[in-house]
T-cell receptor, first 116, second 113 residues
Framework: DTEVTQTPKHLVMGMTNKKSLKCEQH?????MYWYKQKAKKPPELMFV???????INESVPSRFSPECPNSSLLNLHLHALQPEDSALYLC???????????????FGEGSWLTVV | SQKIEQNSEALNIQEGKTATLTCNYT??????LQWYRQDPGRGPVFLLL?????KEKRKERLKVTFDTTLKQSLFHITASQPADSATYLC????????????FGQGTTLQVKP
């Protein structure tokens, strides 16, 4: 079982709605990530937080707004999304320098988002 | 720019045979390469990491090789089982020590009983 917990597992929202995806880990990891995955495509990096500070934003549209309230939590706030934003959103975590030194990145099960 | 290529066609093999998946990359020299397994509707699960100074790594029925001259990694599953059926993703760190992990397209393996 994954040690990264994501909620909700499924979310259907209208284009005018505001919703949030939540992610939690208790492994003491200080790097947390949001990835987006479309069907039959690889995960694509959206955001990276290191020590609760945003370190990478892969030119993600502002309708996606990440937040890291503390070292265990990561949120993704959604507003005015488009149908093409429908995808599996994956949260992940690792040691703070994990991807530089080659440590494991742990993924959650993902949140399936459908925008109608 | 960096490019990672995995065979996008599904690999179908008979139970008990060895499955071999390929990951090729171009335009940089990663310090390591990772392999993940992803089942439908679930997040990727880490399997193995191999560093640039390692030729081969093993874990139970899994074996990974890393040829930095050919810019290629091979992922082998010996004595394959139907439960090994999944999509396998290779992943490499982005260039410049940015903390990014970039995934290949993945290869879907189907092991038939």
């Amino acid at each position: 079982d994954t040690e990264v917990t994501q909620t909700p597992k499924h979310l259907v929202m209208g284009m005018t709605n505001k919703k949030s995806l939540k992610c939690e880990q208790h492994m003491g990891h200080r790097a947390m990530y949001w990835y987006k995955q479309k069907a039959k495509k690889p995960p694509e990096l959206m955001f990276v937080y290191s020590y609760e500070k945003l370190s990478i934003n892969e030119s993600v549209p502002s309708r996606f707004s990440p937040e890291c309230p503390n070292s265990s939590l990561l949120n993704l706030h959604l507003h005015a999304l488009q149908p093409e934003d429908s995808a599996l959103y994956l949260c992940a975590s690792s040691q703070a320098d994990g991807l530089i030194s080659g440590n494991t990145i742990y993924f959650g099960e993902g949140s399936w988002l459908t925008v109608v | 720019s960096q490019k990672i290529e995995q065979n996008s066609e599904a690999l179908n093999i008979q139970e008990g045979k060895t499955a071999t998946l390929t990951c090729n990359y171009t335009n940089y020299s990663p310090a390591y390469l990772q392999w993940y397994r992803q089942d439908p509707g679930r997040g990727p699960v880490f399997l193995l990491l191999i560093r640039e100074n390692e030729k081969e790594k093993r874990k139970e029925r899994l074996k990974v090789t890393f040829d930095t001259t050919l810019k290629q990694s091979l992922f082998h599953i010996t004595a394959s089982q139907p439960a090994d059926s999944a999509t396998y993703l290779c992943a490499l760190p982005g260039s410049g020590n940015t903390g990014k992990l970039i995934f290949g397209q993945g290869t879907t393996l189907q092991v038939k009983p």
